[in-house]
């Protein structure tokens, strides 16, 4: 037979464990949450940025011939370089997205 009181010293190390075990999945739910919003932010931004990278890709070969250079369009920095008579390098920028990056190819009006 057991002392009186190891029982009770039993459960309030039980009831320690399961309230640590419960802190510890609150925190990785927080952290789970943050992160998907995080996700959702990153998602929005990149599909601006590549709306933006093909809107800038349909212009003409006159259009992107008389604007190279970089230029800020919203929370985008906006890169237009001609590599050759015909090809264009459009990139578009952001401190928070990875490049989005493309060569076109325009016909040079005769």
Do not use: C, H
Request: charged content about 25%.
């Amino acid at each position: 037979m057991k002392p009186r009181g190891v029982a009770l010293v039993e459960a309030l190390v039980a009831l320690n464990l399961l309230a640590s075990s419960a802190l510890a999945m609150t925190a990785l739910a927080v952290q789970a949450t943050e992160a998907m919003e995080r996700s959702v932010r990153m998602g929005k931004a990149l599909a601006d940025a590549d709306r933006l990278l093909t809107a800038l890709s349909l212009l003409d070969w006159n259009d992107l011939n008389t604007s190279p250079g970089r230029r800020r369009i919203g929370r985008y920095e906006v890169r237009v370089g001609r590599i050759s008579p015909s090809l264009f390098r459009i990139a578009v920028l952001s401190d928070q997205l990875p490049a989005l990056e493309t060569v076109v190819f325009r016909r040079q009006p005769q």
